[in-house]
C-alpha cells in the first residue's frame, strides 16, 4: 500500500505568517500533487512534480509556492499567509498520473 | 472553470437502497475516469475507475455507467450500507495531461 505522510497535520497561523506544509511518499513515485479541499470546490491542483526538481503549476497556485527537494519529498511554503488559505491541504503520489494516493491531509487555519 | 461536475452535494438514501451519483465532464481528450471514496479524517482513496472505450464497470456493489456522447457518467452504489456514508469525488484525465481533475464531491449519507 502506497504511503504518504503529512506533516504537521494541524496548523495554525497568524496572517502574513510563513507556513511550510510537508509531505513524503515512500513509494518511489514519480509524480507527487498538493491540493486543497474547500466546500463546494472539492479539490484543486495548487502545484505539482514529476521528480526532483521539477516543478509545474495547478490551477490555483496564488500564494503558494513548492519545492521538490528528493523523489520522497514534495514541500508547500505560504510566505505570506493570508485567511483565504485556511483549508484542508492533502498530499498525494501517483506512479503514473492515474491512481492517485493521498496523505491524511493538513487543516490550516490563518486567523 | 470547473472540468468536471457533480451536480448534487449532497444525498441522502436508506440502507438496501440504490444511490445514484452523477458527473459530468467538458474536455473530450479526457480518457479515463476515476471514482474517489473519501470518509472523514481520511484523504480520499481510489474505489472505482473506467476508460472512455467501456460503457460500463462493475465491481461489486459499485457500478460505473459511462456515457461518452453525452460526456457524462453515474456511480451507482447498489444495496447501500451506513458504512458506505462518506464523500464521493468524480475525477478525469487524458492521455495528454499529467493531472486528474477533480469534481467538487458529493456527500453520501445512508440511513439505517
Known amino acids: 500500500e502506497a504511503a504518504v505522510t503529512q506533516s504537521p497535520r494541524n496548523k495554525v497561523t497568524v496572517t502574513g505568517g510563513n507556513v511550510t506544509l510537508s509531505c513524503r511518499q515512500t513509494?518511489?513515485?514519480?509524480?507527487m500533487y498538493w491540493y486543497r479541499q474547500d466546500t463546494g470546490h472539492g479539490l484543486r491542483l495548487i502545484h505539482y512534480?514529476?521528480?526532483?526538481?521539477?516543478?509545474q503549476i495547478g490551477d490555483v497556485p496564488d500564494g503558494y509556492k513548492a519545492t521538490r527537494t528528493t523523489q520522497e519529498d514534495f514541500f508547500l511554503l505560504l510566505e505570506l499567509a493570508s485567511p483565504s488559505q485556511t483549508s484542508l491541504y492533502f498530499c498525494a503520489s501517483s506512479p503514473d498520473r492515474e491512481e492517485v494516493f493521498f496523505g491524511k491531509g493538513t487543516r490550516l487555519t490563518v486567523v | 472553470q470547473q472540468q468536471v461536475r457533480q451536480s448534487s452535494q449532497s444525498l441522502t438514501v436508506w440502507e438496501g437502497e440504490t444511490a445514484i451519483l452523477n458527473c459530468s465532464y467538458e474536455n473530450s481528450a479526457f480518457d479515463y475516469f476515476p471514482w474517489y471514496q473519501q470518509f472523514p479524517g481520511e484523504g480520499p482513496a481510489l474505489l472505482i475507475a473506467i476508460r472512455s472505450v467501456s460503457d460500463k464497470k462493475e465491481d461489486g456493489r459499485f457500478t460505473i455507467f459511462f456515457n461518452k456522447r453525452e460526456k457524462n457518467l453515474s456511480l451507482h452504489i447498489k444495496d447501500s450500507q451506513p458504512g458506505d456514508s462518506a464523500t464521493y469525488f468524480c475525477?478525469?484525465?487524458?492521455?495528454?495531461?499529467?493531472?486528474?481533475?477533480f469534481g467538487s464531491g458529493t456527500k453520501l449519507t445512508v440511513e439505517p
Open positions: 475525477a478525469a484525465s487524458g492521455s495528454n495531461y499529467n493531472v486528474l481533475y
Open positions: 513509494n518511489s513515485h514519480n509524480y
Open positions: 512534480s514529476y521528480g526532483a526538481g521539477n516543478l
